[in-house]
């Protein structure tokens, strides 16, 4: 068994807005290892979105343990890469530059970055497009620049927040077979936040079931679905079950 | 490459056609009802004003370092201004509602007391010229500044940026487009500024030349004058339009 990259233990987050204490998590207890893909699923509002934040050092959580990197260093300035469900790019920098971003950001030796994003584009299949402005490219494809974009700084963890949200079906059934690609490819810890059942236990190597607000986890079990996966997976008879498993959790059936 | 060239010469030779046209309206009009000189010269008469020495260079000088001072100055003031509102909640909630309440105040009735305070020239016009065109650049900034994506601002966060980081690599491009519709807006309030304040006092300029030549009823030099002040605010509206179009449109982001 790896060792425990992300360790959190009765995590729990308070918002104070006017006179109420508004109870974003509580009792979110969850360990990680190197490399995983792990799907956070659970109903709009229950605080999803703070954890991932919370991971990305730009939230304090108000108690229990958050520990990243494990035995190892960890920067989360130098070691997240972030994906949200907008793309996000700046719409006056052509793709590359928008690649580059973090690179930038972080004084990174720029030569080097430059190839390494071409190097990203290319893995996420925009070869032709780097010289491109964002409204020349389709949303799928600004998505892809944007998941370049989170790699080029080679961060240990990849945060994703509905990163395909926005995204027509078919397009995003299509981006969910890039990103097992990429993420295969790359190796990197990816804690990937959704709404769509389907989406968190086709990607993921483990879901963990957030309940409504305040957020605690209600379930947090290993996908074993042979890798790489494909679409036809999603009809199997252990799909079904995992969905099953994940619906009676939200109250859904 | 050549139809490029056509399109632009078209479109400057329009340009030149529309203005030429006016002045033909202008001189006909002169003509045909025998208007006299001292209600409204013939254009050739305003152009001959030129030849008495007026002065013209000097004053069209000192008026363009007001105009131009005032506003570059309204350019840093308001960009700066609403950058620290938005860096701080405080400031935006006390010094903001001041900002709008003083600039409730009506500039023109100022310009007696800045001469009281800084006697009279060039700076207490830029002063006055300035106070009334700044504010169109801090609102549209502030805008535009709104306009930047949370999440964005979030992502480079993440990374540690720096706050200047944050302001010239997001904040700044992102808000061209609303600074410079403010800037375009504030380029005729700084011209009219910097004419109040030779208006009520000054030694030079060309707002100070119309109140001279009034008393001779030399109304030719006066016509000069004005289309020496409207040349001015032109050639600032278009170096600003330009800057607009190398910043700006030139990357698409207009569209």
Redesign the interface.
């Known amino acids: 068994m790896a060792e425990v990259f992300i360790k959190l233990e009765e995590v729990r987050k308070v918002y104070h807005a006017r006179n109420e204490e508004i109870v974003a998590i509580s009792d979110v207890t969850l360990d990680i290892e190197q490399g995983e893909f792990v799907s956070l699923v659970g109903p709009s509002g229950c605080g999803k979105t703070t954890l991932l934040?919370i991971l990305?050092?730009?939230h304090e959580h108000d108690s229990g343990i958050v520990e990243i990197g494990g035995g190892g260093s960890f920067d989360?300035?130098?070691d997240?890469g972030?994906v949200?469900q907008?793309a996000?790019l700046?719409?006056?920098?052509k793709i590359i530059d928008n690649v580059l971003?973090?690179a930038?950001?972080?004084g990174l030796p720029m030569a080097e970055a430059r190839d390494r994003a071409r190097d990203l584009l290319a893995m996420v299949g925009l070869d032709g497009f780097k010289n491109k402005?964002p409204?020349e490219l389709s949303g799928g494809m600004q998505q892809r620049a944007a998941i370049a974009r989170s790699l080029v700084?080679d961060p240990k963890l990849i945060l994703m927040d509905e990163p395909f949200g926005a995204l027509d079906a078919l397009t995003r059934d299509r981006m969910n077979l890039e990103l097992m690609r990429i993420w295969q490819e790359s190796r990197k810890t990816i804690v990937f936040v959704t709404h769509s059942i389907q989406e968190a236990i086709f990607l993921g190597t483990r879901v963990a079931v957030l309940s409504a607000r305040p957020a605690r986890m209600a379930d947090n079990f290993q996908v074993e679905l042979d890798m790489p996966r494909r679409l036809e997976i999603k009809t199997s008879r252990k799909f079904g079950e995992y969905s099953q498993r994940i619906y009676r959790l939200l109250g859904l059936e | 490459m050549t139809t490029w060239l056509a399109d632009k010469g078209r479109h400057y030779g329009f340009i030149i056609a529309v203005h030429a046209l006016v002045v033909l309206i202008w001189y006909l009009f002169v003509e045909i009802w025998d208007v006299p000189a001292y209600v409204m010269p013939t254009p050739q008469a305003t152009l001959a004003a030129l030849s008495i020495d007026y002065n013209w260079l000097a004053n069209t000088r000192v008026t363009a370092i007001e105009i131009f001072g005032g506003y570059f100055i309204a350019v840093f003031v308001g960009v700066g201004l609403a950058l620290a509102f938005s860096w701080s909640k405080i400031l935006n909630s006390t010094v903001m509602p001041l900002v709008v309440s003083l600039n409730m105040i009506p500039k023109v009735a100022m310009g007696p007391l800045f001469i009281v305070w800084m006697s009279y020239g060039v700076i207490p016009n830029i002063i006055i010229a300035f106070s009334i065109c700044f504010l169109p650049i801090l609102l549209t900034t502030e805008r535009g500044l709104r306009e930047i994506e949370p999440d964005l601002v979030d992502l480079v966060r993440a990374l540690k940026a720096s706050r200047w980081q944050i302001f010239t690599k997001i904040q700044l491009p992102g808000s061209l487009p609303y600074i410079f519709s403010g800037m375009k807006v504030a380029v005729v309030l700084a011209v009219a500024g910097a004419i109040v304040g030779e208006f009520i006092a000054s030694q030079e300029g060309l707002g100070y030349l119309m109140l001279q030549v009034q008393v001779t009823l030399d109304t030719a030099a006066m016509f000069m004058a004005v289309l020496l002040i409207t040349l001015v605010g032109v050639v600032l509206y278009m170096l600003v339009l330009g800057l607009e179009r190398f910043l700006v449109i030139s990357d698409s982001r207009v569209r």
């Open positions: 934040k990305a050092g730009l989360p300035s130098r997240v972030m949200f907008a996000l700046l719409k006056w920098r971003l973090p930038e950001i972080l402005y409204y700084h």
